[in-house]
């Protein structure tokens, strides 16, 4: 197997509630690969929910499991949706750069509060008293740093947002498959 298929895996980023889990599985059917979530992975490893180990290690400790669980993938065709903080650790989403192309889920703060209105109960790694626009401001640059591929997602169905980064990744030398 050449490199080019080797990378051939689909790498989805951005904040909780953009839709990453539910765009993965869609994605991963259309495309005929398999389908892998960083935070299940994390789950069953920890025997735990995200929410319970964000608690009982903090936020730094949390943050250095799931970069450990990410640096420990291996895949090859396959889709992988991510925890929305993997941005933060450089050798975590530099392992995912290695493993395929890193797609960046985008949102603005508006539609992301009206989804998100669950953080503590969703895992999600912020800091106490910080408001999910704040939270959008801190990561978004980080979500474009690393993507390679951005798509909007606003107003837009998930079989709508599948079909954008289907074309997307067909004009991508890397998963031109003809």
Excluded: W
């Excluded at 995200?50 to 730094?60: A, F, P, T, Y």
């Excluded at 396959?78 to 933060?88: D, H, K, Q, R």
């Excluded at 669950?118 to 008293?129: A, H, T």
């Excluded at 107003?155 to 031109?176: G, K, M, W, Y």
């Amino acid at each position: 197997m050449d490199q080019k298929q080797e990378k051939c895996n689909v790498i989805l980023i951005g904040m909780p509630a953009v839709g990453k889990s539910t765009l993965g599985v869609l994605l991963a059917k259309q495309l005929g690969f398999a389908y892998l979530d960083t935070d299940l992975i994390i789950q069953t490893g920890e025997q735990a929910r995200l929410q319970e180990i964000i608690r009982r290690h903090g936020v730094k400790e949390f943050c250095r499991i799931e970069a450990e669980y990410v640096q420990n993938i291996t895949a090859r065709q396959t889709v992988i949706a991510t925890g929305g903080s993997v941005v933060y650790t450089q050798q975590a989403m530099a392992h995912l750069r290695d493993l395929g192309r890193i797609i960046f889920l985008d949102i603005e703060p508006g539609p992301l509060i009206d989804r998100l209105n669950n953080l503590d109960s969703r895992g999600v790694v912020y800091m106490p008293g910080q408001s999910i626009a704040q939270l959008h401001t801190e990561r978004r640059p980080l979500y474009r740093k690393y993507a390679q591929i951005t798509i909007p997602c606003a107003d837009r169905t998930p079989q709508q947002l599948v079909s954008r980064i289907q074309v997307a990744l067909d004009q991508d030398p890397l998963f031109r498959r003809r």
